[in-house]
């Protein structure tokens, strides 16, 4: 029943259209692991931002300084190869109380492991779709494909998406958004590592560096009781134009 839900409403989002997936809102570099066919998992990502560059309200989105943001994300294994995901996005800051920002639908496909490529690959595929005043375009289209390779305990994965607004009012230039995660195994579900993420601008020419985002993260995992598993971390921005400070958490419950 589950599967047969994730399948019709990830259709029903894929066939709208129309489609900037709500920036901030959820720090995840995406690697090949997912989910068995018939199983699923429940993620609550959920940030805080101490120091933001975004001091006010802006056509592009909500201010950043001092606010919380949270994903829920909902996903299915469809095969042994494809998943399906559905997140709920929301925004919450002194003043402006707590908001519906949106919703995404992401399909991700993987190639088996039992193949025995040497790298990890994959692809997701993701729409989006942010309310008036939350994103510069009402609807987005990302597509990030997936490239990883363990050696030992070390772990790099390396996601170079590309996202485009599309409707009618919304901008169609293709944007590079680059992120990638390094990452070492303590033992078991526990790791520290090393987190990136940027926007770079339009493929066909950079912004200036001062008007780009990049942000690093420091980042632990662990297995917390009833099998739930977490993860911490604490991101420095590192152009002007990106949130100074952010703090973020994600909860994580297989079923």
């Given at each position: 029943?589950?599967?047969?839900?994730?399948?019709?409403?990830?259709?029903?989002?894929?066939?709208?259209?129309?489609?900037?997936?709500?920036?901030?809102?959820?720090?995840?570099?995406?690697?090949?692991?997912?989910s068995a066919p018939g199983k699923g998992e429940l993620e609550l990502h959920a940030n805080f931002v101490p120091s933001g560059s975004q001091l006010f309200d802006d056509a592009e989105g909500r201010a950043t300084h001092?606010?919380?943001?949270?994903?829920?994300?909902?996903?299915?294994?469809?095969?042994?190869?494809?998943?399906?995901?559905?997140?709920?996005?929301?925004?919450?800051?002194?003043?402006?109380?707590?908001?519906?920002?949106?919703?995404?639908?992401?399909?991700?496909?993987?190639?088996?492991?039992?193949?025995?490529?040497?790298?990890?690959?994959?692809?997701?595929?993701?729409?989006?779709?942010?309310?008036?005043?939350?994103?510069?375009?009402?609807?987005?289209?990302?597509?990030?494909?997936?490239?990883?390779?363990?050696?030992?305990?070390?772990?790099?994965?390396?996601?170079?998406?590309?996202?485009?607004?599309?409707?009618?009012?919304?901008?169609?230039?293709?944007?590079?958004?680059?992120?990638?995660?390094?990452?070492?195994?303590?033992?078991?579900?526990?790791?520290?590592?090393?987190?990136?993420?940027?926007?770079?601008?339009?493929?066909?020419?950079?912004?200036?560096?001062?008007?780009?985002?990049?942000?690093?993260?420091?980042?632990?995992?662990?297995?917390?009781?009833?099998?739930?598993?977490?993860?911490?971390?604490?991101?420095?921005?590192?152009?002007?134009?990106?949130?100074?400070?952010?703090?973020?958490?994600?909860?994580?419950?297989?079923?």
């Amino acid at each position: 029943m589950l599967t047969r839900t994730i399948i019709g409403v990830t259709a029903l989002f894929l066939t709208a259209t129309q489609v900037q997936a709500q920036q901030g809102y959820e720090f995840e570099v995406y690697n090949i692991e997912i989910s068995a066919p018939g199983k699923g998992e429940l993620e609550l990502h959920a940030n805080f931002v101490p120091s933001g560059s975004q001091l006010f309200d802006d056509a592009e989105g909500r201010a950043t300084h001092r606010a919380f943001r949270s994903a829920l994300e909902l996903s299915t294994g469809l095969t042994s190869w494809l998943e399906g995901s559905l997140y709920a996005v929301g925004y919450a800051r002194a003043g402006a109380g707590v908001q519906y920002v949106g919703s995404r639908a992401r399909i991700t496909a993987v190639l088996p492991r039992a193949w025995s490529f040497p790298f990890d690959l994959g692809v997701s595929q993701e729409v989006g779709y942010a309310r008036a005043g939350f994103a510069e375009n009402r609807w987005a289209y990302e597509i990030t494909p997936i490239v990883g390779k363990d050696v030992g305990r070390l772990q790099l994965v390396i996601n170079p998406a590309f996202e485009r607004g599309v409707g009618a009012h919304s901008g169609h230039e293709w944007e590079f958004e680059p992120r990638a995660a390094l990452g070492y195994t303590l033992g078991g579900e526990e790791s520290l590592g090393l987190e990136y993420y940027s926007v770079l601008g339009p493929v066909d020419g950079f912004d200036a560096r001062s008007h780009q985002r990049h942000q690093l993260f420091a980042v632990g995992k662990t297995e917390l009781p009833s099998g739930v598993e977490g993860s911490f971390g604490i991101g420095r921005g590192l152009t002007s134009n990106s949130d100074r400070w952010v703090i973020t958490t994600r909860l994580e419950l297989k079923f």
